[in-house]
């Protein structure tokens, strides 16, 4: 079995964003992230630890300017909290291993998958094809990505 965690040599590697957004709480801007609009077969791990967050079948084009997912892969590699910032009352989520954080989740997605939209940085994440996961340790993950 695979493990996951935080390292001084994985947050050594991140981009600026990447470091502002995964381990300051900060958010990308509407539009820009790179996964918004990728919609190739695969999974999306914590930039930070690797750990398998969310996959392809599960993305939807919600418009709110986010790679926006029905839910996590491995609920348990997902900490949600209680966010009071910028005057709202939202919940935050965060990698449990990698504690990075990756964005919140709404009560306002697709009702026939659950009703949640798991709004996420693509700063956050690092996108792992379909074709790469056996070879990149995240096989038992292959029955939860369609083929398009």
Known sequence: MKTYKKSDTAIANLTPEQRRVTQHGGTEHSGTGA???????????????????FASSDKF????????FTKPIVPAHINELRDTSHGMIRT????????????????DGPQDRGGLR???????????????????????????????
Not at 61 to 68: I, K, L, R, T, V
């Open 92 to 107: 935050e989520v965060r990698s449990v291993h990698g504690d990075s954080h990756l964005g919140h989740v709404f009560p």
């Open 35 to 53: 996964y918004l609009h990728n919609d190739e077969p695969g999974i999306y791990v914590d930039i930070v630890s690797g750990e398998p967050l």
């Open 118 to 148: 798991y709004c996420i940085n693509s700063a956050s994440l690092r996108f792992i094809h379909r074709d790469d996961m056996e070879a990149e340790g995240y096989g038992e993950y292959l029955n939860q990505v369609e083929d398009k």
């Open 61 to 68: 084009e919600s418009g709110c300017g986010w790679p926006s």
